[in-house]
């Protein structure tokens, strides 16, 4: 692939991430980049991730072959505008927005179909900002393409080679299709995990037992609705009709198994667990989505000092490398539980031979 150069407007967090994969993948490409945070802005320069500083959209972005509208979609409008009177033809536009309508739309009121590919990458944290950017943060995710109907097939071919060279996986969908599925497997579940971390906080004791003793299943299903409430108040506004119709069928079956189970349906319960199950086991493994994969497991240890530095030491005895390490405190699995979280499935598989090798008792997720 030739030298490339790319244009950023906003660098949070899948702007910074795009770029820091395109730096750690393509390292001759020219990066230059346009936000209102200035701190991202100097910081992404700092780490020698962008080489250029863009103080407002101008002449620097026509010289682009892509432009990446990272910016909050409230501001592609006026950024839209900025850009056409400096656009080079042979320019691609795309954009990281999860829902993909409203872009279309305003594509097409510009008259830049021919230059346009809407782009998602389902990869995503529950943080958020340049400072949270990091360029494995699109490996083996799923990245989906929208093109506009005017663009050419070997714009899109281009793209698509691109998405893969940064190390995601290309889908091309329409922007319909797109936004019905997202609201689905991605937007939904964030209104669900807010949902039930406010039924919660309305449903808790005084002293805040609920809080107090939320375990890992709990944590786990919630941990989206850490995400910036800004971003997805305008991600449910921007998908509305199509957000409120999966809900209001959730809804449904949510109605449904409130029956079953106050009815004390066995079967139908049973039913109700087993499809879910089978459903789940075969979903691809791969880190894509809001939720991404952890390779995890919790040990059973002593409750006495010393217990936790001879795991840290075993593990490193044998040169595997622990990316986080914590004390499951409601004590769940057994007296004492140690949750320790591995790099990549590799680690932890090799984590899971020592310590059981070891005469420990280990819990998979």
């Known amino acids: 692939m030739n030298t490339l150069t790319c244009g950023f407007i906003g660098l949070g967090l899948i702007g910074g991430s795009i770029a820091k994969a395109l730096r750690h993948r393509l390292p001759d490409t020219k990066l230059i980049a346009y936000d209102t945070n200035f701190a991202s802005l100097d910081l992404a320069k700092e780490e020698k991730v962008i080489d250029q500083i863009c103080l407002s959209i101008d002449g620097s972005f026509g010289n682009c ?35 993909k ?60 080679t691109l998405v893969e060279t940064i190390g995601a996986i290309p889908l091309v969908l329409s922007y319909e299709e797109h936004d019905y599925v997202t609201a689905a497997i991605s937007h939904l579940p964030h209104v669900i995990a807010a949902s039930l971390v406010n039924l919660v906080k ?13 375990a890992g299943g709990f944590k786990d299903i919630t941990r989206i609705a850490s995400s910036s409430p800004e971003m997805w108040r305008q991600i449910c506004l ?17 109605e449904v198994i409130a029956d079953d189970i106050g009815g004390h349906k066995k079967d139908s319960l049973y039913n109700f667990f087993d499809t ?16 991404k994969t952890e390779y995890v497991f919790t040990v059973d240890i002593a409750d006495k ?10 593990l490193a005895m044998h040169d595997v490398s622990i990316k986080n390490i914590g004390i499951n405190h409601n004590r769940e699995l057994a007296e004492g539980a ?28």
């Open 65 to 99: 072959d892509y432009i990446f509208l990272c910016a909050p979609v409230s501001c592609n409008a006026e950024n839209l505008l900025a850009l056409k009177g400096i656009l080079s033809p042979d320019t691609l536009l795309t954009d990281v927005g999860s829902v």
């Open 276 to 291: 879910a199950r089978t459903y789940r086991e075969s979903f691809i493994s791969a880190p894509s989505g809001p939720i």
């Open 305 to 314: 000092p010393g217990a936790i530095a001879a795991i840290a030491s075993l």
């Open 238 to 254: 921007s998908n509305a009709d199509n957000i409120a119709k999966l809900l209001r069928t959730y809804i449904q079956y949510l």
């Open 202 to 214: 309305s449903s808790d004791s005084k002293e805040g037992v609920m809080k107090m003793i939320a």
């Open 101 to 160: 309508t409203g872009i279309h739309e305003q594509i097409n009121q510009a008259g830049l179909q021919s230059q346009f590919i809407g782009g998602h990458p389902m990869a995503g944290s529950e943080r958020f900002g340049y400072q949270n950017a990091k360029a494995s943060l699109l490996e083996n995710a799923y990245y989906i393409l929208t093109p506009s109907e005017a663009v050419s097939s070997e714009k899109v071919d281009a793209y698509r």
């Open 338 to 365: 140690l949750r320790i979280e591995f790099y990549d499935e590799d680690t932890l598989s090799r984590a899971v031979d020592v310590m059981t090798g070891h005469g420990y008792i280990i819990h998979t997720q």
